[in-house]
């Protein structure tokens, strides 16, 4: 507590003295050039990039916004729809693959899941490493189009250990308020929840774990439960009671494009570059960023390859896509004093996936939206926090599938090879086994209080029970106050800024949007406030 208090003071003291220094002492790093005609990228149209996009914006600066995936919102719909259901996957689906690559992806041992699709720049793309697959969203709003829209403001008391170089009190008074509005979070509707056939799923898990003696908590989420209830009356179409979140949502939830962005976009002056990967970057002699870029169209031809000249970059583009930029930069030297702690500590979150067999019946319709969580937090290394997800198979499978997210105290590295290009992470099932031993203590605990129930080992790869080899939440690889200064620009390289996944190291407890969105608009503030754009 002594150690919560003194730095507390410090930071306080730090910031009176950042509002009265000069643009270059207050980040410490090297004074650049500042004033209103700097050309601003935000590489990536994610949480990061979206917060950092209108908070530029409104500060009266123009940028661009570089995004390498499809801007949903100027798609056409086939048969009325933009997005496609888990169930009849096409080119919209997946990125650039000819067969869906689902978490899920066996029945009873065998591959009877996947679909075969064409080829196209679909919503939901994986990245593969050696023994990790990072699953990512694509387009105008990155993992705002895909994901569970869980918006979990995380325990104050395992924030402050993940991330003590942020103030806390300042975060839970200001920041994670400002983004659980911003990201328009709201409460399940109780009555679609204990009552629908949709949520059946959800209340069978929670009874379950009550006879062992854990409780359940209700998530907030970002989809609009008013819509849903709609839904559940077939006054709407459906969207989350028909089989659709991976590979998009046509309905009821508030993606960033409905949110952040769509605020953004209203000022009038963030240009938008769908299409568009960032290749590579390089700081030229004079001090510009020059990124390599790439633009394509929707089936993959080549559009155009460019070069692109900016005085401020910021780096959005998720944690694997930071990571790389900054490391391959760094390892093919275009860019001079990037600080070593690039790479390190990433982490999947404490990812761990299992299923179980429920004896009982799940529902044959069930919500993609989860809304409860099983947990038995109190950040030791035992934590889990899991979240009871649906299997909308579209029949009654008696199967309750889970998210655990557990405290796993390992960290993987990236290193760059400049043979293949690439990046490589060490991280392995070893590194995975503090996670999935938390999560069998906690699940063997349901089982054993509900006899008849057990383990499904035939839906993973390899028929492993718990998945240790894909996430959902990638974090880590440029961590603030490491790779960068306090409010995110990198070390050694002034113009440079991060703002995105990568500054959490490895892990935070929760589901991890509202975390990444709430340190983007304190650093977003505190860089404006520092003239550092
Ligand atoms: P992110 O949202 O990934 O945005 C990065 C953007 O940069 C993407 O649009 C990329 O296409 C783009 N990009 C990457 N590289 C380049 C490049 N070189 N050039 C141009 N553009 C580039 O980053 N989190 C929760 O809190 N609750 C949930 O319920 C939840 N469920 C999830 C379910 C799924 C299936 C997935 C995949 C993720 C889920 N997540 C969830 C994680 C969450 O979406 C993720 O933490 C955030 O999206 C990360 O935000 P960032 O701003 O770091």
Known sequence: ?????????????????????????????????????????????????????????????????????????KMSPIKGRIFTTMTSPSARSMWFKTRTDMPFSYLGGMDLVNRRIDRGAGA???????????????????????????????????????????????????????????????????????????????RVSADQAKRAGIGHVMVPNVYDFDYMRKEVYGQVPRSALDKQVIFGNDYGKNSLPKTILKEALATGRVNVIPMTEVRSIERAPEGAFRLQTKTIDFNGNLIENR????????????????????????????????????????????????????????????????????????????????????????????????????????????????????????????????????????????NRANPGTGYRSDLFEKHKTFSDYFTYHPLGGAVLGEATDLQGEVKGVPGLFVMDGSLIPAKIGVNPFVTITALAERNMDRLVDAQRF
């Open 1 to 73: 507590m002594s150690f919560n208090i003194t730095r507390r003071t410090l930071l306080k003291a730090s910031a009176i003295a950042a509002a009265a220094a000069p643009a270059d002492a207050v980040s410490g790093q090297p004074a650049v050039a500042t004033g209103g005609s700097n050309r601003i990228a935000i590489i990536g149209s994610g949480y990061g990039g979206a917060v950092a996009a209108r908070k530029l914006a409104q500060a009266g600066k123009q940028v661009d916004l570089i995004e390498m995936g499809t801007d949903w919102e």
């Open 124 to 202: 939901l793309d994986i990245e593969y490493f050696a023994n990790m697959k990072v699953y990512v969203g694509r387009g105008i709003g990155g993992g705002s189009l895909v994901n569970g829209g869980m918006a979990v403001t995380p325990r104050r008391s395992f924030f402050e250990k993940v991330l003590p170089q942020v103030d806390a009190e300042e975060m839970y008074n200001v920041y994670f308020p400002r983004a659980n509005s911003g990201l328009r979070v709201n409460d399940p509707a109780m009555d679609v929840v204990m009552n629908s056939p949709w949520y059946q799923f959800a």
């Open 307 to 446: 070069t692109r000249e900016y005085d401020r970059v910021v780096l959005a583009a998720g944690s694997i896509g930071t990571t790389r930029l900054l490391l391959s930069a760094q390892g093919e030297g275009t860019i001079n004093g990037l600080p070593d702690a690039i790479g390190r500590g990433w982490g999947p979150n404490g990812n761990t996936m299992l299923a179980r067999r429920l004896r009982t019946r799940s529902g044959w319709r069930q919500s993609t939206i989860p809304v409860m969580g099983l947990s038995n937090w109190d950040d030791s290394t035992d934590s889990v926090f899991a979240e009871i997800a649906p299997f909308p198979a579209g029949i009654d499978l008696r199967t309750g599938v889970y998210l655990a997210l557990t405290n796993n105290p390992h960290t993987g590295t990236f290193t760059w090879n400049r043979g293949s290009q690439k990046m490589f992470l060490d991280w392995g099932p070893s590194h995975a086994e503090p996670s999935v031993r938390a999560a069998q203590k906690f699940f063997d605990r349901i």
